[in-house]
């Protein structure tokens, strides 16, 4: 038993590293960070398909996350066609997550990474979520609460320093840079969801507060990877492979550690029978 285990740990540390390697190809360290460590926990979550992702984006995630998708909706045209280069997805959908063009149950499993709190009326989203997912189907949601901003490293040192004029002005800037509309307590996304009709099966903290930090440090350095997204439609990282391998070195264990806090919240849901 004891042999299995050490097994089953070193299969999974590998397969998170997979997670960060494919993310350090497509994206910045500080996103790298962050997005593996929720692939890290879809990944050991078993989605019954077909599959809805709702928020697909430009299929940067599912990149990272290596499975075939058999549907991704997202509002934004140009996004969806560089998802479609990707060969992820069966089937790619423009579409208004708060109206989706789909019938009732639909889809066995449906997953959204981070894309609620871009929503304004996120209650609209899990309605749909509901209509659309088979009985017995599961949900499976990442959201930014408001503990992010609290847990980030230069707003709450431009508080403590007196800059308070200047903590508010960057998180506005943050706000509108990266379209965040719905930052709720835990509690609150919890009371949205089982209010939409879902079971909730598992509601856990996630992206330590370390992690949190890192990210928001490091963005600073993620401008050279949006220089090419206005001409090609996606971030663009050149990232030669002894650095990729310096940097798994340096960082993959802030992503395999287990999360004793986290600023974000992971909710398994499911759809009464």
Not at 238 to 261: A, C, I, M
Request: glycine share 6%; hydrophobic share 40%; with cysteine.
């Amino acid at each position: 038993m004891a042999k299995k285990s050490i097994k089953n740990k070193i299969n999974s540390r590998k397969k998170i590293e997979g997670y960060f390697r494919r993310y350090l190809r497509i994206g910045p360290l500080g996103l790298a960070l962050w997005r593996s460590v929720e692939a890290k926990h879809l990944g050991n979550t078993v989605l019954k398909r077909p599959i809805l992702d709702i928020g697909c984006g430009f299929g940067e995630f599912a990149i990272a996350y290596n499975e075939f998708i058999e549907m991704g909706i997202d509002n934004c045209s140009k996004d969806l066609y560089i998802a479609s280069k990707t060969n992820l997805y069966k089937n790619l959908t423009l579409a208004d997550a708060r109206d989706l063009p789909f019938s009732d149950n639909s889809y066995a499993s449906i997953f959204s990474i981070s894309t609620l709190e871009h929503i304004e009326n996120p209650d609209k989203v899990l309605r749909e979520a509901y209509r659309v997912l088979k009985p017995g189907g599961l949900l499976f949601l990442t959201l930014e609460t408001d503990e992010v901003d609290d847990a980030t490293f230069y707003r709450p040192l431009f508080q403590r320093i007196g800059l308070k004029s200047l903590r508010d002005l960057t998180t506005d800037m943050y706000n509108d840079i990266f379209h965040r509309h719905t930052l709720l307590p835990k509690e609150d996304w919890r009371n949205k969801v089982e209010k939409a009709g879902f079971i909730i099966k598992e509601s856990r903290d996630i992206i330590s507060p370390k992690v949190n930090k890192m990210f928001d440090i490091l963005l600073i350095f993620a401008w050279p990877s949006q220089l090419f997204r206005p001409i090609v439609g996606k971030r663009v990282v050149f990232r030669p492979k002894f650095v990729e391998d310096f940097l798994v070195s340096k960082f993959l264990k802030y992503v395999t550690e287990d999360e004793k806090e986290g600023t974000n919240l992971l909710i398994l849901a499911k759809k009464p029978l």
